[in-house]
């Protein structure tokens, strides 16, 4: 009989840096982390998967970098995504608007994304799962390409960012006086995905934790948000390296009051593959 409530652990960025991978490793073997998602275009990709290698139990899955990040094409081949560094563009809603009305940009687009797609394949890597960085699959063009290519990729799972109150938290000050929340601008946009994942029969998590704080989550907030996880299954996704800004996700992993959080409340710790 399965656990009413089930959990995947997933690091972002893997492949993104030397100090990330370390991070990486070393909350997957001392730690409660399931599975890492990997930019294969980054500096440290090939070092990511050596060391994935060695790690039987990590579930390795893509993350897609459209927006703010290395490509994998030249940028001479999609100048339309780039930056005048050679760069995936950091503007995001720039960059949006361009994949949605520029006819070039999105063939661009598609090109980049089936070479990171392919990129992946070649790693030899089972597939687990397929994100976004900046969780830019939750625009309808990216989504439709990732769908369509992935699946003739192999690709079965998609993170579905989607951060119920239950899960964040009290809401900061600022937001509570502003009104503001990541949840209420990307809740239609999350619900759309959802049903487009849904038609597609590509499985993913009900909900997730790490939104609001992303890369900021600290252990004491980890451990709340295990305690208040909800019937289905939560993904809680972490930014750790062993460089400063994210020795703190590191310590939330390692922490032997998350583990005891998860055992003490019976929830199982599972991967994107095996839903």
């Not at 993350?63 to 005048?84: F, K, N, Q, S």
């Not at 994100?131 to 939750?138: D, E």
């Not at 990729?153 to 239950?166: D, I, Q």
Request: charged content about 25%; some cysteine; overall charge positive.
């Amino acid at each position: 009989m399965k656990a009413a409530r089930r959990v995947i652990t997933t690091a972002d960025d893997f492949g993104l840096s030397v100090a990330v991978n370390e991070a990486v490793e070393r909350a997957a073997r001392e730690g409660v982390l399931t599975g890492a998602s990997l930019m294969v275009g980054e500096a440290a990709a090939d070092d990511a998967v050596r060391r994935a290698r060695r790690l039987p139990d990590l579930r390795v899955g893509l993350h897609v970098v459209v927006a703010e990040g290395t490509p994998v094409l030249a940028p001479a081949r999609i100048p339309d995504l780039c930056d005048a560094q050679g760069r995936l563009d950091g503007r995001l809603v720039r960059a949006g608007f361009r994949f949605f009305f520029r006819p070039r940009a999105a063939a661009q687009l598609r090109a980049e994304i089936e070479a990171q797609f392919a990129a992946f394949a070649d790693t030899g890597l089972r597939l687990d799962h397929v994100n976004a960085h900046k969780h830019m699959h939750l625009h309808p063009t990216v989504l439709s390409l990732i769908i369509a290519i992935g699946r003739r990729y192999g690709m079965r799972a998609v993170r579905l960012p989607f951060e119920p109150r239950v899960l964040a938290g009290p809401l900061p000050l600022r937001q509570k006086l502003t009104g503001a929340s990541g949840s209420a601008v990307m809740g239609p946009w999350v619900a759309l995905m959802r049903r487009r994942l849904q038609r597609a029969g590509l499985r993913h998590n009900d909900y997730v934790f790490g939104l609001r704080k992303s890369g900021a989550v600290e252990e004491g907030e980890v451990v709340g948000a295990m305690t208040r996880l909800p019937a289905g299954i939560s993904e809680v996704y972490f930014h750790p390296s062993t460089d400063p800004a994210g020795r703190g996700e590191l310590a939330a992993l390692l922490s032997p009051r998350v583990r005891a959080a998860l055992e003490q409340g019976g929830v199982e710790r599972v991967s994107f593959g095996e839903l």
